[in-house]
């Protein structure tokens, strides 16, 4: 079996900054980065400060390879650096960006959110992802404020303002074991807010003890009590969320609202890119940057042993071209067990992500994805109706035709029974 190497220059270099680090105003018991700060215990601040924003602004721009550069934003909770930081980077990638198109994409709870925030993020075409996991009983299950206080009615009106002042959004919503079994009411939630694009993450952890005190664990992680978090999504109705809510907007979405996952399984099936790591066939070209320099493998590395360097040593090419990285990246692929490799969803799942690797496959090998039960599910099901709009687009049509197709109006409909 010949060993896949890729070098992760073949994709634009990403970085997600940290500018407060884990800090967050809220207390989301499933969130993987709250504990992080105990990596960073020892500073008195987890302040990203002007000197390394300028620093990684001029070395972020600089290593890009395409007149298009997005930054990305991210937290903990990113608004809590406050309004005049981003100013001050809006002005640095003017003063760097030499011509180069310039975006900027940033996650928040949306509980800072009021009419200079939102002013601001209109005036400077940022792109803001709100999290929030549906209707107020499925998002305050889990998603509450330092005081144990359920956070719906302050997210919402993070949303309103947005709405008011015309700001680019879209929806981030971690599948959990509780919004799991309510798809239709979720999507339909999304899309009475105004959500036209939607991605859903699912939550799958466990629990352990590790020598740096962290409590989740990687998938190399193999503790004797460790145990899957209760929060977890289960596998089968994770497959079930996703078949109930296509099945859906099938009907008559097609187009109009976006799910990521519907988009990276249509890009997949025609050979382009997905446009998230995730389904990709490799990863190790998405880095995280906590709040002092340091770079990490990913967001959901961010662990000692997978700490890459700090850009007040390293550039993040040599980072991103190190050893270690770009076998994390091309390992996504060659570490796959026998049971993947013959998967007749491989080319659209490509093992989903590393980080989920945690079970053993049928003949006991480790590195079976948790969620490949359901996963398998939904792409049987969807699988003639991709079909159809992957002809589509190859014929240079809009897979939107779908919607009043024979499949869909169900007079010659190709129902997948389970």
Partial sequence: MSTLYINPLTFPIYVMAKPIGPLCNMDCEYCYYLEKNILYQSRKSFKMTDELLERFIESYICCQTTPFVQFTWHGG????????????AIKLQQQYGRGREIANCIQTNGLLLNDEWCRFLKDNNFLTGISIDG???LHDCYRKDCGGRGTFARVMRGVELMQKHRVEFNTLSVVHDQNVK??????RFFKEIGSRYMQFTPIVERLGSRE???ELLTASDHPADSEIAPWSVDPVEYGNFYIRMFDEWVKQDVGSYYVQLFDATLACLVGEQPGVCLYARTCGHALAMEHNGDVYACDHFVYPEYLRGNIYHQSLVEITLSKNQTTFGNDKQNLLPMQCRECRYLKLCNGECPKNRIFHTVDGEYGLNYLCKGLQRYFKHVMPYMEFMAEELRNERSPAHIIHSNLVQGKDRKIVRL
């Fill in 212 to 214: 740096d005190h962290l």
């Fill in 135 to 137: 209707p107020e009983h």
């Fill in 182 to 187: 309510y798809p239709i009411e979720v999507y």
């Fill in 77 to 88: 909770e990113s608004l809590l650096r406050g309004i005049d930081f981003y100013k001050k």
